[in-house]
């Protein structure tokens, strides 16, 4: 009989096939599916009993290319990939590494999230100034869903591009906040519409002023997570990813065309 072992897998979704990463009672999560599988494959016998861990939740509408999530299972971890897959709807799993008996994939050392936001005419050289303002330690209380949670955190980076008719947004950090990203992401949007100033930006980062909106949920990627691991790929899985972006990307467009449609309409 095999021992049992802690495995870390790297999974992706689509977050419009679900109601958020985290399971909830009588809805269909991206944990739950999996869950569902591990179960049938007979890799564990409950998330309790298995320990069960997700690196990062994500609300719904919101997409994940590089997930984690680590269980304690004895299933032959060459066919693990191939088994979850075969029973997984909507999630895809991709690599997996051995982990230590202790290891929460929750104590991650990066967190890469991306912003895919349709271009309209945005000052990009005003945003670029604007996102070095978030990099760095600050307030974040007027950026996030507080949660009763000390707001102070620091972002490593934030970057931002125009790639043909989206501006790519990329924001790393070891931890968030709730709706933090979906919040910068709208401040920076609004600074290149002229609808906020930097000097407002800079007075939030402190805590003064007001909230500058929420952004869609489904305009965002959980990119990939750094962890201390050995990444063993499936020979599929790079693959599935780089597609799986590209049809995100078509997604925030095509849903940005209906909604201008619908507003001519209107009008």
Known sequence: MTSMGRVAVKFAYDGTRFMGSQR???ERTAESELLKALIKIGAITSADENRFRVASRTDRGVSALGNVFAVDTDFRLPELLAALNAKCED????????????????????????????????????????????????EFRLFCKPDGKVTLRT??????????ELIVIDIRAREFLRNMVRRIVSAL??????????????????????????????????????LDLDWQHHPTGRMATVV???????????RFEEALQEKCRLD
């Open 244 to 254: 799986a972006e590209r049809a995100h990307r078509a997604r925030v467009l095509l």
């Open 24 to 26: 909830q009672p009588g």
């Open 189 to 226: 949007d609004q600074l290149g519409q002229g609808k906020v100033t930097i000097e407002e930006v800079r007075a939030a980062l402190q805590g003064q002023g007001r909230s500058m909106g929420l952004a869609d949920a489904e305009g965002l990627v959980l990119m990939d997570i750094e």
């Open 155 to 164: 972002l490593g980076s934030v970057t931002l591009r125009r790639e043909g």
């Open 91 to 138: 999630v895809h799993c991709y690599a997996l590494a051995e982990a230590p008996k202790n290891f929460s994939p929750r104590r991650a050392h990066d967190r890469w999230y991306r912003y895919h936001l349709p271009y309209r005419g945005q000052n990009l050289e005003l945003m670029v100034a604007g996102a070095k303002e978030f990099e760095g330690e600050h």
